[in-house]
T-cell receptor, first 113, second 112 residues
Framework: NAGVTQTPKFQVLKTGQSMTLQCAQD?????MYWYRQDPGMGLRLIYY???????DKGEVPNGYNVSRLNKREFSLRLESAAPSQTSVYFC????????????FGPGTRLTVT | GEDVEQSLFLSVREGDSSVINCTYTDSSSTYLYWYKQEPGAGLQLLTYIFSNMDMKQDQRLTVLLNKKDKHLSLRIADTQTGDSAIYFC????????????FGTGTRLTVIP
């Protein structure tokens, strides 16, 4: 997980609260991704960013917003958290949008009560 | 998303071979991947194979692809306790990570 940091590591929210998950990289990669991991469902793509200033929806974008203001950081925001958003969230990087390589962060475990 | 299925659990004895299986439904899948997730960590890409290949070997890892049956397997020779982890297969029709579809993961437990 070297080169990809995620904060916080753990978070508990009440329904309706908001929060931002942060992802930062020092690998100078163009593409960044947010996934969620749920038991028995593998990883699902929430949003991705091919480069600074651009973002696109993935498979499960509802209830989330993202921001890629610079090359280094890609944040995921929950405006009004719901219990269905209890999950482990992973940020990932790739050198470019068509790269086989992908590097994952250590994850953020979020619980919404 | 596409359906990518795996068995949830596998136990093997240290020193034996492990075979982790995966089936997928999308016949246009061109790139198939195996990832490893150790406890408390993110996913790590182990290997990948193109759909025009039948087999790929990398040290203790052997990937077999049966495109006709849409079946992918990962064989780990001489399995060690450090191989205990969750293994995910994933597929895409282009190399980009923005259209990767992951399986549910197989938890491999290596018994000393």
């Amino acid at each position: 997980n070297a080169g990809v940091t995620q904060t916080p590591k753990f978070q508990v929210l009440k329904t309706g609260q908001s929060m931002t998950l942060q992802c930062a990289q020092d690998m100078n990669h163009n593409s960044m991704y947010w996934y969620r991991q749920d038991p028995g469902m593998g990883l699902r793509l929430i949003y991705y960013s091919a480069s600074e200033g651009t973002t696109d929806k993935g498979e499960v974008p509802n209830g989330y917003n993202v921001s890629r203001l610079n090359k280094r950081e890609f944040s995921l925001r929950l405006e009004s958290a719901a219990p269905s958003q209890t999950s482990v969230y992973f940020c990932a990087l790739a050198p470019s949008g068509n790269s086989y390589e992908q590097y994952f962060g250590p994850g953020t475990r979020l619980t919404v009560t | 998303g596409e359906d990518v299925e795996q068995s949830l659990f596998l136990s093997v004895r240290e020193g034996d071979s492990s075979v982790i299986n995966c089936t997928y439904t999308d016949s246009s899948s061109t790139y198939l991947y195996w990832y490893k997730q150790e406890p408390g960590a993110g996913l790590q890409l182990l290997t990948y194979i193109f759909s025009n290949m039948d087999m790929k070997q990398d040290q203790r890892l052997t990937v077999l692809l049966n495109k006709k049956d849409k079946h992918l397997s990962l064989r780990i020779a001489d399995t060690q306790t450090g191989d205990s982890a969750i293994y995910f297969c994933a597929e895409s029709w282009t190399p980009g990570a923005n259209n990767l579809f992951f399986g549910t993961g197989t938890r491999l437990t290596v018994i000393p």
